[in-house]
C-alpha cells in the first residue's frame, strides 16, 4: 500500500510556482493576484480561505481577502465582483462556498468574468471541461488529477467509482476521469443517495473517490483488494481528546480499508493541500493568459 502524499506532491507544484514567479519578476512582468470573496462566519471557509491566501504568500502571488456581512444583500455582492471583475491588477476571483441562505450561488458565480473564474464554477469554464477544451477545473477534482499523476497511478481503462454528485467535485471528477488522456480513460459511475446497491458496485471500483461528506462512510467490505482510495471528506467531529476539541474525518474508514489498498489518500494531508495547489495552478494561468 501506498500512501498518496498530498503535502509532499502539493509540495513540488508550489515549488515549481516559485520559480514562475521568481521568473516573471526578473522580466518586470507582474505577478499573480487572487481575490477571495469571505461572506459571513462559517467556520470552515474561514480556515479555507485562509489557508488559501497562506498559500498564496507562500508562492509569492499577491492576494486580497474582501469580507462581507452575513447580511450583506445580491446586490451588493454583485457590486463587488463587478470591481472586482473591473480591476485590471485581479487575475483570479474565487468566492467561498456556502453562501448564506438568502443569496443565490449560481446568480453569484454566473457574474464572475469566466476568464478570472479561477474556481471553474462559471457555466462557460465546465462547459468547457465537459468539451474537453478546459480554461479551469475546479480546484479539487484537478488536485485529484494532478496527485494520480505524481504517483503515476494507471487509469486506463480501469471502472472509477465516484461517491457523490455534487458541482464542486463529484461530477466534474466523474467529466475528468471518463475524459480521453492522462489520467482518465476510465469507466465511471456516479453514485448518489438514490443509487441501489451501492456497497456491491463500490466494490467493483479499480478507483473509488468518495466524495459525499459523511464520516468513514466507505468501510473495508466495500473495497475490493488493490483498489486506489481517494478520500475527499473532510467533517469536523467533536472529540474531547484533542485539544482543539475536534477531529477532521474523512469518508473513508482509513484504518480498515488502507491494508487493501495499491493507494491511498489520508485525512489531513491528502486531498486538501492539493486542493490550494490546483487553485494556485489556475491563477497562474489566469495572470499569464490575461497578461503575457
Ligand atoms: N467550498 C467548498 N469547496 C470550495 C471550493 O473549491 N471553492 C469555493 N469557492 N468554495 C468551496
Redesign the pocket.
Known sequence: MQILNGKEASQSIKDALKLNVAQLLAEGKKVPHLAAILVGNNGA?ET?VAAKVKACEEVGFKSTLVRAEESITSLKLLDIIRDLNNDEDIDGI?????LPKHISEQEIINAIDPDKDV?G?HPSNVGRMVLGQPTFI???PYGIMLLLEHYKVETKGKHAVVIGRSH??GRPMSILLSGSGYPGNCTVTVCHSHTKNLEEICRSGDIIVAALGRPEFVTAEMVKEGAVVIDVGITRVVDPSKKSGFALKGDVDYKNVAPKCSFITPVPGGVGPM?IAA?LKNTYHSCVKRNY
Open positions: 471557509s479555507y474565487l468566492v467561498q462556498l456556502p474556481d464554477f475546479p480546484a479539487t464542486i467535485v486542493t487553485l
